[in-house]
């Protein structure tokens, strides 16, 4: 009752009982010759998914959640042999001399276990049984017999998924990405053992018969299959390696490699992720270092032949390439002023009789580049006041800008409407001869640091009358307060809206302004945020 998941089960011969680890609520079973069946071990952790027997008949047990190894040595007693880094022990090992082996594995996201039908259709996250779960990072650990760990493999491209180890001790791991099963020394050197055409390795196991001893029998998912390893090395052994992306186009250099014998290596190159009838062939096999002739492209892919060494062992490829210089492009370019809100922001929009930005002569540019390549880029900026040809220099002499943003202080300029134009140049990551640029002119950027005139400011009786006047405008907002309080009221135009550069109130303020004598002072912005007061006395 109430379990979903059997993730795992191991036999104890000697007392003829069969353990399964199971799920949710990670427990494992103890079920007996005649079919009952007793809680043995219960865990925090949401599923136990791993399990094995030690040489002294303690049982071993992985969780999936927080990534325990158990030590069980009786019914309800254990103790924590490791916590690793990361969601679920996937398997145990136990070779000779006591010593364990545990791969445990990390996902950027915790895959979901299968739904069970006939349940209420829920289920809880589990471990990577999914054939399309995304890869994760795998690690295999090693523990002697006094419990102490070594971390022997770790990869970062793939999770594991199979865990075997031969008749000499030797680990086996199989990867939940390219089909593969891996093997490691007790010098960490890593061999790769097979490479099937399928994408997770499920199940390692091997035979135990006179004529087949430490074969490896493969099963695979994504899709299903059962192989078996004929052979390790010889010389008709092939490497071909994953497919290599520079990111974009590309020209490929010198290819060399370190093996302990003669190898023949081989390149081809296309543009598409995974090789198709669109990549070129299999170059001619080359023995020593030698220039890439596969074409350019984005993707590349080497293959080994061992041929005349059976026993070559290869450790490394060096592929020097690199890609095709795309120019930057400048998007767009913004003009604010300095610590105004930005263009169409809710936060750029006063309301009514509260506090404006105040002005500010500088004016803050940005911009967006597109850069493919992801070069180191240099901005120059210029501007010209608009009906002008000659465009100046933003910058200050000897400045060079890496930024995408600049503060221009205009305060010197006089006041009209200006273009900005911004260059973008990858010079910094390219020889002369291959620098790319791109210039971008704005739309016309506003300079205006004078603020506007209150030509006109009188009051008859309780009607007020004002005319503001700027020299560029438009005038865009008119306020009032009265006897020094710092409480201003919007006004509003003569002609219902505040458009141009020369506009007037006119206006009953007898609900603002009481009866007697007092101050009025009126407050006129420009568009710039320029203000200017004056004021009149009522009676």
């Not at 007898?510 to 945020?529: F, N």
Request: with cysteine.
């Amino acid at each position: 009752p109430d379990v979903s998941h059997v993730w795992a089960l191991s036999w104890d011969k000697t007392k003829s009982a069969l353990f399964a680890a199971v799920g949710p609520d990670g427990r494992v079973f103890r079920v007996t010759l005649d079919g009952k069946s007793s809680v043995f071990f219960h865990c925090d952790q949401p599923h136990i998914v791993s399990l094995a027997l030690a040489d002294n008949g303690d049982l071993l047990a992985g969780s999936s959640g927080k990534a325990r190894l158990y030590r069980i040595t009786g019914p309800g007693r254990a103790t924590v042999v490791s916590e690793f880094a990361g969601t679920e022990v996937k398997a145990i090992a136990v070779a000779k001399n006591n010593v364990v082996y545990a791969i445990s594995n990390e996902y950027g996201e915790q895959p979901e276990a299968p739904k069970r039908g006939g349940t209420n259709g829920r289920s809880t996250p589990g471990p990577a049984i999914n054939a399309k779960v995304k890869p994760g990072k795998g690690t295999l650990t090693r523990f002697d017999a006094t419990g102490k760990p070594e971390k022997m493999m770790h990869n970062d491209e793939f999770h594991y998924t199979a865990l075997a180890v031969d008749a000499d001790g030797k680990p086996f791991v199989g990867t939940g990405a390219e089909g593969r099963v891996y093997t490691v020394d007790d010098a960490h050197v890593v061999t790769l053992v097979a490479d099937a055409d399928e994408s997770q390795v499920g199940a390692i196991g091997f035979s135990k018969g006179s004529q087949n001893v430490g074969v490896p029998f493969l099963a695979t998912s994504d899709g299903a299959a059962f192989h078996r390893v004929v052979a390790q090395g010889g010389s008709d052994s092939v490497w071909t390696s994953k497919v290599f992306d520079a990111g974009l186009r590309a020209k490929y250099g010198q290819i060399s490699w370190r093996s302990s014998g003669p190898l023949e290596l081989s390149t081809r190159t296309g543009n598409t992720s995974a090789p198709d009838s669109t990549w070129s062939g299999w170059s001619n096999p080359v023995t020593t270092p030698q220039t890439i002739s596969s074409p350019q492209a984005r993707f590349i892919q080497v293959r080994a032949r061992w041929g005349r060494d059976p026993k070559a062992v290869l450790s490394e490829v060096m592929l020097p390439f690199v890609t095709e210089n795309i120019r930057p492009v400048v998007l767009d370019i913004d003009a604010e002023q300095k610590g105004a809100a930005p263009r169409g922001s809710k936060e750029g929009l006063v309301a009514s009789g509260g506090e404006p930005p105040k002005h500010d002569s500088v004016m803050k540019l940005s911009w967006k580049v597109d850069n493919p390549d992801a070069d180191t880029l240099r901005y120059r900026v210029d501007f010209r006041r608009e009906g002008q040809n000659v465009w100046r220099d933003a910058l200050k002499p000897g400045e060079v800008l890496t930024k995408n943003e600049y503060e221009w202080d205009t305060l010197a300029l006089p006041e009209g409407k200006y273009r900005v134009r911004v260059e973008a140049s990858d010079e910094p990551a390219n020889p002369p001869a291959d620098v790319q640029k791109h210039a971008l002119e704005s739309q016309p950027v506003l300079v205006d640091n004078t603020p506007p005139v209150v030509t006109e400011l009188t009051m008859n009786g309780r009607r007020l009358h004002v005319r503001a006047v700027d020299g560029l405008g438009p005038i865009s907002r008119i306020e009032m307060s009265v006897d020094g309080k710092l409480e201003w009221r919007p006004l509003a135009p003569a002609d219902g809206l505040f458009d141009t550069a020369d506009e007037k109130i006119d206006a009953d303020v007898s609900t603002l302004v009481p009866a007697g004598s007092h101050i009025v002072t009126v407050r006129a912005y420009d568009a710039a945020g320029n203000s200017a007061l004056r004021e009149t006395e009522s009676r």
